[in-house]
């Protein structure tokens, strides 16, 4: 069995206070960074454990993951696993790179949000470079607010030309047509940001070959749909497993709408779905939403 699992455990807390995150500088106890830690040997464990199965593992933490042993180690050693495809992780890259020297670099990949204001441009900057010196799968991303439009520019310009540069739609905020073409630039795939894609009755990956698991281990179809599928460490998830049409009006994170099978997303991001890496850029002109016609949407995070 093919299976695709978003792992998001209790870690809350965050280095950094952005204003547009309702986590920004949370502190969890000493005790809930116990319980994470245990949470995610867990998973981790039985992630290594399944064989049978070829697996492949988005971390996708309220938090930031990386400045903690725990999750840089499950990384490393998951991408060692021959029966795991890819191991990824939602970051801001505040964390050292050097521990990723141990990882397998055909496996593993980083999805590296840069928040200006909270890291100086010149750290970020290098520590991108360290991974592409590491030779790491990695794409960089900001939020599309009006004040990050010159530091993303200043980013596009200096980052190498096959890292590709992903923009969200910042929460709540619609854009017009002028507003939204220099963002566009950028990244040629903004308008599958721009607005929410309807999803109600349209089939998803989601359920069947792609699940999102917690600390627990219960088992739902995406991090947005709360109904339970079942428990991953005692297998009643695997009943539930079926093709089913998504039960919301709509779906605005890209976690969730890259998995709708009514948009072409498996195919622009052909090989890099976990980490936000395009097969291939197109033309702006290419890109649904730009006549106006197709409804689109994008990711919040």
Known sequence: M?????????????????????????????????????????????AARQQDDRLSVLFTPW????????????????????????VAIQTNLSCRTDWLAAADPDTVALWCTYHPGQTPYDRFLAKTRELTSLGVRFSVG???????LDDARRLRADLPAHVYLWVNAAEGHTYTDTEAAPWQALDPLFAYSRHPHPSAGLPCRTGASVLSVDGDGTVRRCHFVRTELG????GSYRASLA???????????????????????????????????????????GVPGDDGGRSTVGQRI
């Open 2 to 46: 093919d299976l695709t699992l978003l792992y998001r455990g209790p870690l809350a807390s965050c280095d950094y206070d952005c204003p547009y995150c309702p986590f920004a500088k949370r502190r969890d106890t000493p005790g809930q960074l116990r319980a994470d830690r245990a949470a995610l040997d867990r998973f981790s464990g039985w």
């Open 63 to 86: 938090g930031e993951g990386l400045v903690r042993s725990w999750y840089r180690r499950a990384i490393v050693e998951l991408s060692h696993q021959p029966h795991i495809d890819r």
């Open 142 to 148: 900001v939020v599309g607010l009006p004040e990050h």
């Open 231 to 234: 428990n991953l460490y005692d």
């Open 243 to 285: 093709p089913r049409p998504c039960p919301l009006a709509v779906c605005d994170c890209h976690i969730g709408y890259v998995h709708l099978e009514s948009l072409p997303l498996y195919d622009v991001f052909a090989g890099g779905v976990l980490e936000r890496i395009p097969a291939g850029l197109p033309a702006p002109a």
